[in-house]
């Protein structure tokens, strides 16, 4: 038997379409055995399957001489050896900075299957990130944790497959014999809309791409389901749906301050800015509805009018998902770092059925699956 290493990419079909799948259902339960030990306490029996899984696929990736990745693989396991012998405590932060490292190895892994050149470098980099965690005294594993969560959330863009085409500045497709459905006007319209939506971004530099990403999501989301809403309307509300944000008080955007009283009032009140400069130029009744409802929750506690329901519309429902998972997955200005995706999607999914509609959670659920959650952090 030779003793040759062999590349993964060079293997036969099946070598790899096994090793494929295997890591795929590897990298599932990892995550899934995280998001679960955080929610009922850490297991050290359940701890050790991730390991021996981590630890397969990290001997697969020697093999092929992938050993840099392999090294990130290990380190993870060191991480979770030192929890398991008591070195470190598991909290929420530690929870995220494993489950990102698992996001990470997988987007790794995928590269290597896929024969796509890889940045040694940021390899490298999230590698120590995660490795500072293995010599952290008690009392700066926060601060270590954080400084982590900060350099994998700014490293999520880097691992969108090139194969994800961004669209461009107006994302809805165009109907089928009918190239001026949108009119002179609506074209004009989408780009005030625009226009307005990137100088608020501009001044607020924590939204920049913000609502593009948003757009994206959701007219995938929508296309996905058939698309049951006017795409342009769609477009429109994206634009627009936070632009009521502008006119309320500074200090609880920029902290984790909660509103209250009067800020309070004024929070509950920002969809009816954008939706009344939609109705006041004309033509976007159904994106008015959008805007007005897109903080209306399933179970009536929602704002500005707490409708439930049937009573949401579509659009709607679809905005809500899109701009919350955007949130949570992204850096804000009270919070240095984006949560990994994966504990994103499970706190979306553990809201179906009261704060989200269980049929769109369902298309959602799709979408990221499908895309890998490239629509979210792609330029």
Known sequence: MSTELIDIADADGDVISDFMEDSREAFEEIESVLIGLERGGFDVESAN?????????????????????????????????????GKLSFDPLITDVLLFSAEHLRRYTEAVLANQPMNEARLENNRDALSLLLRAEPGDVADIAQDALEEFSEEKKLYVPDAVVPYGKAVSPPQDGAADVRGVAKQADLAFFRDLMDRIEYCNPDWLGRGQKILKLAAEMNRTAGMPVDAVQLEAAAFMHDFGMVFLPGEPLRSS???AG?????????????????????????????????????DGKGYPEGISAEAICD???????????????????????????????????????????????????RVIRESGGALLFAD
């Open 257 to 259: 301050t909660a509103f």
């Open 262 to 298: 009067e800020q309070k009032t004024a929070l509950h009140e920002h969809p009816l800015i954008g939706a009344e400069l939609l109705y006041r130029i004309g033509g976007w009744d159904e994106a008015v509805r959008i805007v007005m409802q897109h903080h209306e929750r399933e």
């Open 49 to 85: 399957a991730i390991m021996r899984r981590l630890h397969s696929l990290c001997c697969v990736l020697r093999l092929g001489s992938h050993v840099k990745v392999a090294e990130f693989g290990e380190t993870m396991i060191a991480v979770l050896d030192r929890i398991c012998a």
């Open 315 to 365: 659009g709607a429902k679809i905005l809500a998902i899109a701009d919350t998972i955007y949130a949570m997955t992204h850096k804000q200005s009270y919070r240095s770092f984006g949560r990994p995706l994966l504990r994103a999607v499970a706190e979306i999914n553990s809201c179906a059925g009261t704060q989200f509609s269980k049929p769109w959670v369902e298309v959602f659920n």
